[in-house]
Nanobody, 116 residues
């Protein structure tokens, strides 16, 4: 079992920055990749950024150039640094982990609201 707890969301003005964190605990050694997803009201959950256990990262086009995903193995945390935030970034952001054997874990989410 893997437990994920997000933090760092909040209300920010357009153009501002936020750093989301995900505290990871449990069977960390089984994790093969992690990611951040978001879900805006009335929309499907979408992938924002992902990183493999080897450190290979990818970002959605919508946040590319404005965001960075990172993983700190010593602190067992996953982070998402978001800059130049836009109102369309408003959503609940979820931390996700995929493990071996195949299983997917989700955090409860943290709200990000960007005002115009």
């Amino acid at each position: 079992q893997v437990q994920l707890v997000e933090s760092g969301g909040g209300l920010v003005q357009a153009g501002g920055s936020l750093r989301l964190s995900c505290a990871v605990s449990g069977a960390i050694f089984t994790i093969k990749s992690m990611g951040w997803y978001r879900q805006a009201p009335g929309k499907e959950r979408e992938l924002v950024a992902a990183i493999t256990s080897g450190g290979s990262a990818s970002l959605a086009d919508s946040v590319k150039g404005r965001s960075t995903i990172s993983r700190d193995g010593a602190k067992n945390t996953l982070s998402l640094q978001m800059n130049s935030l836009k109102p369309e970034d408003t959503a609940v952001y979820y931390c996700q982990a995929a493990s071996v054997p195949e299983r997917v874990y989700w955090g409860r989410g943290t709200q990000v609201t960007v005002s115009a």
